[in-house]
């Protein structure tokens, strides 16, 4: 039986360092002359030079012109839900203690079967909100927003 090997995963066929180094330089001739460094020539040479690129600093990003920055209150999809799922779990208690002694089922089974059935659809009403919220928030921006051609 062979055993899985320990250790960094290697490439069974890499490239030699003198012809990775033609590569780049190759590479960085080519956009010398438009002046445009790729992402990967990016972190070529963030890796080459151990830094990581700079982010640029506020001086440098008021100096580039005025940023419009639009905020957009959407919905977390996974909250809407579980509190649908809850909302139809309080309603199956409450069916189950009110319908106690009506039917052949314990009041325990009565729950959890209306908690299967109502938080399922308690679920669904959840996301359906959150989803109506979420477009009526994307509605609301775009009429914040001036066209594209207005700018």
């Not at 290697?10 to 990775?20: M, Q």
């Not at 963030?46 to 700079?54: K, R, W, Y």
């Not at 959890?112 to 921006?141: E, M, P």
Request: no cysteine.
């Amino acid at each position: 039986m062979n055993t899985p090997a320990l250790g960094p995963r290697r490439d069974p066929h890499p490239i030699p360092p003198t012809e990775r180094a033609r590569l780049r330089d190759a590479a960085r001739e080519e956009t010398a002359d438009t002046g445009v460094e790729t992402d990967r020539e990016a972190a070529a040479s963030s890796a080459e030079t151990g830094h990581e690129a700079a982010a640029p600093s506020a001086d440098e990003l008021a100096a580039a012109g005025d940023v419009e920055v639009a905020h957009r209150a959407a919905p977390r999809y996974g909250r809407f839900m579980a509190a649908g799922l809850l909302a139809g779990a309080l309603v199956a208690f409450i069916i189950a203690i009110v319908t106690r002694g009506w039917s052949a089922l314990s009041t325990s089974d009565t729950f959890w079967l209306l908690t299967i059935s109502l938080g399922f659809i308690g679920l669904a009403l959840g996301a359906a909100l959150a989803l109506y919220l979420d477009r009526r928030s994307l509605r609301a921006l775009a009429r914040q927003l001036p066209d594209a051609g207005e700018r």
